[in-house]
């Protein structure tokens, strides 16, 4: 079974500091592909990024970075220089292609989610 | 924005009570999955429409039904509502193809309560 696990259930910073969200994943699939989404309190679920199992590779985008290490399974997201529009709930979630059918259909196994507060 | 819409945004229902939530998928989006999201959660796949067809399905009990329709719109239907099917009903699409990046795209959700 597919599980993620986000063990900081709510992080509060001040404007400008660096934070890390944790995500640990299990599966038992060799292919997949794991994300992390944004949730503001409106609810709707904003995609950051998507990296498949088999790019280690680290990716940064602004003030965003990810960090994929396979051999502990993690796949932390880090914020520099936080600032207040980053609050907002975080998840991290993992795919897996067990539905059938044709293209690529996959389904999402989220973690609870992390409540970041960025303070002014 | 996702070019993902929901509709309603909000409603309030009975226990007992039937509700039919809706879905417009992003233009040329093919597959479209429905989550539940209760409060303080994490989001749970409900299932999964490919093509007019369920495609996958989670842990939901068969009151929980849905559509897809030509156009890859799509319902969720809830039965003998419950208590706790209080939760944000989110809509995911994609497009189904392996070139595709398999990025999923969420509309704003249904906020559904039940009383």
């Known amino acids: 079974a597919q599980k993620v696990t986000q063990a900081q259930t709510e992080i509060s910073v001040v404007e400008k500091e660096d934070v890390t969200l944790d995500c640990v994943y299990e599966?038992?699939?060799?292919?997949?592909?794991l994300f992390w989404y944004k949730q503001p309190p409106s609810g709707e679920l904003v995609f950051l990024i998507r990296?498949?199992?088999?790019?280690?590779q680290n990716e940064i985008s602004g003030r965003y970075s990810w960090n994929f290490q396979k051999s502990t399974s993690s796949f932390n997201f880090t914020i520099t220089a936080s600032q207040v529009v980053d609050s907002a709930v975080y998840f991290c979630?993992?795919?897996?292609?067990?539905?059938?059918?044709?293209?690529?259909?996959?389904?999402?196994?989220f973690g609870k989610g992390t409540l970041l507060t960025v303070n002014p | 924005e996702t070019g993902v819409t929901q509709s309603p945004t909000h409603l309030i229902k009975t226990r007992g009570q039937q509700v039919t939530l809706r879905c417009s998928s992003q233009?040329?989006?093919?597959?479209v999955s429905w989550y539940q999201q209760a409060l303080g959660q994490g989001p749970q796949f409900i299932f999964q429409?490919?093509?007019?067809?369920?495609?996958g399905r989670g842990n939901f009990p068969p009151r929980f039904s849905g559509l897809q329709f030509p156009n890859y719109s799509s319902e969720l239907n809830v039965n003998a509502l419950e208590l706790d099917d209080s939760a944000l009903y989110l809509c995911?699409?994609?497009?189904?193809?392996?070139?595709?990046?398999?990025?999923?795209?969420f509309g704003e959700g249904s906020w559904l309560t039940v009383v």
């Open positions: 995911a699409s994609s497009s189904g193809r392996r070139d595709s990046g398999n990025t999923i795209y």
């Open positions: 599966t038992r699939d060799t292919t997949y592909y």
């Open positions: 990296r498949n199992s088999f790019d280690e």
């Open positions: 979630a993992l795919s897996e292609a067990r539905v059938k059918g044709g293209g690529s259909n996959y389904k999402l196994t």
């Open positions: 233009s040329g989006h093919n597959t």
């Open positions: 429409y490919y093509r007019e067809e369920e495609n």
